[in-house]
């Protein structure tokens, strides 16, 4: 285990490893609810999620941006997002704090928790992310903007647009690659002719730094530098973290028409939750009374966000063109 950076006390140390077990309890319930026919399409965090907590963890939550991708459920929730709020998302409930119920799962937003809404269109968060950083440069506030997004959107124009301006006007912004491998079917070998996206940095004149994904530890170190760097007023930084999905891309996806069971299962060896459960053991910060607990505690929130969203309203049909079309004030 890498030595513990400042601020990684034993108990935020346990707060992260909490948020990782707690994204893997719901992100399971997610895909029974849609095998049950109860939810319509599951994004899976299920092998992200030292990436996702560990970055949260490591900016100033409340105050700096994150601009997330569809497969970050396990970052949204270190952001500060409920299970009852996920639920109600999924399940596309009035009362569901992201949408209202208009935007498919996993469009993520809040403004109260400095999560920009998500689109569909992939990549387009980078250019988002440049731009709540220009603004916060603009207004010299010490805030950070963070995208995250998987290597196959390193392939779109919208990657090298982002990195060329956020770089060229020193923005503090964090552009943090999930690099699993796949950009659904399409292997990352026939993505792009470098073993690493963090070497592309190299084209822009800012770091590019390379992490193992799995390890939550090295994460945060990655995420609370570049965040330093960037409030410093020295631009932007490119992390790369290294990590596998388990599951397929999506619950409508059946991985198994690219990849064999084999390399699945031996990826399955650097499962971030085990790896991490197994170093906080040797620090002596988990035992098995406390790692029952805690499961108990997110089986249980899984439980009541699962019985809250399932028996809240659906949107009024009336409300349909509600933040689409105007509405004249009476």
Do not use: C
């Amino acid at each position: 285990m890498a030595d513990v950076s400042e601020g990684l006390t034993p108990e935020v140390l346990m707060d992260m490893y909490y948020h990782m077990v707690l994204a893997r309890v719901l992100d399971d319930r997610m895909w029974v609810m849609n095998r049950l026919g109860r939810a319509p399409v599951v994004y899976s965090s299920n092998g992200h999620e030292a990436t996702q907590v560990a970055s949260a963890f490591a900016l100033d939550r409340g105050h700096d941006w994150v601009v997330p991708y569809y497969r970050d459920l396990a970052l949204v929730l270190a952001m500060g997002m409920t299970p009852r709020d996920v639920f109600l998302h999924l399940m596309g409930r009035a009362d569901d704090p992201n949408s209202g119920g208009r935007q498919m799962p996993a469009h993520w937003g809040s403004v109260d928790l400095k999560i920009l809404t998500t689109g569909s269109v992939v990549t387009t968060q980078m250019m988002h992310a440049a731009g709540i950083a220009l603004a916060a440069k603009l207004k010299h506030e010490p805030t950070v903007a963070m995208a995250t997004f998987g290597e196959g959107s390193t392939s779109q124009g919208d990657f090298h647009e982002a990195l060329n301006f956020a770089a060229v006007m020193k923005l503090p912004a964090i552009f943090l690659n999930e690099n699993n491998g796949y950009a659904i079917s399409v292997p990352a070998r026939k993505q792009m002719a470098v073993p690493d996206v963090a070497a592309r940095a190299q084209g822009y004149g800012i770091p590019g730094v390379v992490v193992d994904g799995n390890d939550p530890i090295k994460v945060f170190e990655a995420v609370r530098a570049a965040a330093a760097r960037a409030r410093a007023g020295e631009g932007p930084t490119l992390i790369e973290a290294k990590t596998y999905r388990f599951v397929p891309h999506s619950s409508d996806d059946d991985d198994r028409a690219y990849r064999s069971r084999e390399e699945v299962a031996e990826a399955k060896k650097h499962d971030p939750l085990v790896v991490f459960e197994q170093e906080l053991r040797e620090q002596r910060l988990l035992d098995d009374t406390q790692h029952k607990a805690m499961l108990d505690r997110a089986k249980a929130a899984v439980d009541d966000a699962t019985e809250f969203a399932d028996t809240a309203p659906d949107p009024d049909p009336s409300t349909l063109g509600r933040h689409v079309y105007h509405e004249a004030v009476l």
